[in-house]
């Protein structure tokens, strides 16, 4: 049986490895976030614990927002979708749906993006904060 002081060069070579893998995987970890943060990439929106579209017999957003659980951790993203020529609409629709529930509590962000179809909608979810 090989005593403990016969691995000893072993178990030191073990650990300065661990260290050069554990520094290398943080170097590529930073490298990879930083050519990433000058790339415009869309925001997270992350599945939606409670969804809102406006009708006419509904609830109006506040109404709405005010029936759902509170949690400091939700944020409610107005998606306003366009198809080119209403956009500027679709923009004043997303800014006046935001702008409703302003007082409230919940933090708002308005999306807008260019699609096939007009739609307009307010999500309540666990999104990732925005980077700024």
Request: net charge negative; charged share 20%; no cysteine.
């Amino acid at each position: 049986m090989m005593s403990r002081e016969n691995h000893g060069w072993q178990l030191v070579l073990a650990d300065l490895s661990l260290i050069l893998f554990l520094v290398t995987l943080t170097a590529l970890v930073n490298t990879s976030s930083e050519s990433t943060a000058s790339v415009t990439r869309a925001p997270y929106v992350a599945p939606a614990q409670a969804l809102f579209r406006p009708t006419l017999r509904g609830p109006s957003l506040p109404e709405w927002l005010a029936e759902q659980p509170r949690d400091p951790r939700s944020t409610l993203t107005i998606i306003a979708q366009h198809r080119g020529e209403d956009q500027d609409v679709m923009w004043q629709d997303a800014q006046l749906m935001a702008a409703s529930v302003a007082h409230s509590d919940v933090a708002v962000r308005v999306v807008i993006t260019k699609g096939k179809e007009s739609d307009l909608y307010a999500s309540l979810a666990y999104d990732e904060p925005d980077s700024q």
